[in-house]
């Protein structure tokens, strides 16, 4: 029996919780920015000094950095339904006999939980941008107009924060499960998701 998952689930676990954190810290930093600013056409990505984002044509900063934001959300997007169908076609490993039965429980219901809101956070974003008058661009390309619907933006927005708050919540819960079986357990569950 195989104990790990496959090197493709691991690889979009991966990716998936970079992109996570990444727009956690996005949308925190985001939330900072002023709405009227000078545009440029090049941006030190964060403020950190570690890298310069040249644009085609200036752009403000929260025009750059919201754009960003959409752009990431569309990838992280079609990785979760490629890392959902995988899921689908892929059995994951059982986990071993000796976890207890509210654990089993407490792990399938919120990966089932996991999945959900991963997928429902960016489609609730996307919508939002969709609602907007400046629709949504991937990394500079126009992929959907906007249709300016003030109402809609508003809901969505409404929805997209408390799906975050509620991801973010659950992620900090299965980073404490998987410390808990590193730390406390000292069992290898975490080793089936390690490359």
Do not use: C
């Given at each position: 029996?195989?104990?790990?998952?496959?090197?493709?689930?691991?690889?979009?676990?991966?990716?998936?919780?970079?992109?996570?954190?990444?727009?956690?810290?996005?949308?925190?930093?985001?939330?900072?920015?002023?709405?009227?600013?000078?545009?440029?056409?090049?941006?030190?990505?964060?403020?950190?000094?570690?890298?310069?984002?040249?644009?085609?044509?200036?752009?403000s900063?929260?025009?750059?950095?919201?754009?960003?934001?959409?752009?990431?959300?569309?990838?992280?997007?079609?990785?979760?339904v490629?890392?959902?169908?995988?899921?689908?076609?892929?059995?994951?490993?059982?986990?071993?006999?000796?976890?207890?039965?509210?654990?089993?429980?407490?792990?399938?219901?919120?990966?089932?939980?996991?999945?959900?809101l991963?997928?429902?956070?960016?489609?609730?974003?996307?919508?939002?941008?969709?609602?907007?008058?400046?629709?949504?661009?991937?990394?500079?390309?126009?992929?959907?107009?906007?249709?300016?619907s003030?109402?809609?933006?508003?809901?969505?927005?409404?929805?997209?924060?408390?799906?975050?708050?509620?991801?973010?919540?659950?992620?900090?819960?299965?980073?404490?499960?998987?410390?808990?079986?590193?730390?406390?357990?000292?069992?290898?569950?975490?080793?089936?998701?390690?490359?």
């Amino acid at each position: 029996m195989n104990d790990r998952y496959t090197k493709t689930a691991i690889l979009l676990h991966w990716l998936i919780a970079l992109g996570i954190f990444t727009m956690f810290g996005l949308g925190w930093f985001m939330g900072e920015l002023p709405k009227e600013a000078p545009a440029q056409m090049s941006y030190d990505l964060f403020n950190m000094g570690v890298y310069t984002w040249d644009l085609a044509k200036e752009a403000s900063p929260r025009a750059f950095y919201f754009n960003l934001h959409k752009s990431i959300g569309v990838t992280i997007l079609a990785l979760i339904v490629i890392r959902i169908l995988w899921r689908i076609s892929h059995k994951p490993p059982a986990l071993p006999a000796a976890i207890k039965a509210w654990e089993n429980k407490l792990s399938k219901g919120t990966h089932h939980l996991l999945y959900l809101l991963m997928f429902a956070m960016p489609v609730s974003g996307l919508i939002m941008a969709v609602s907007s008058k400046y629709g949504v661009k991937w990394f500079g390309m126009k992929l959907i107009p906007g249709i300016d619907s003030e109402m809609l933006r508003d809901v969505f927005h409404e929805v997209h924060e408390i799906v975050g708050i509620i991801l973010f919540l659950l992620v900090v819960l299965h980073l404490v499960g998987a410390l808990k079986h590193k730390l406390i357990d000292k069992d290898d569950i975490m080793k089936r998701m390690l490359p």
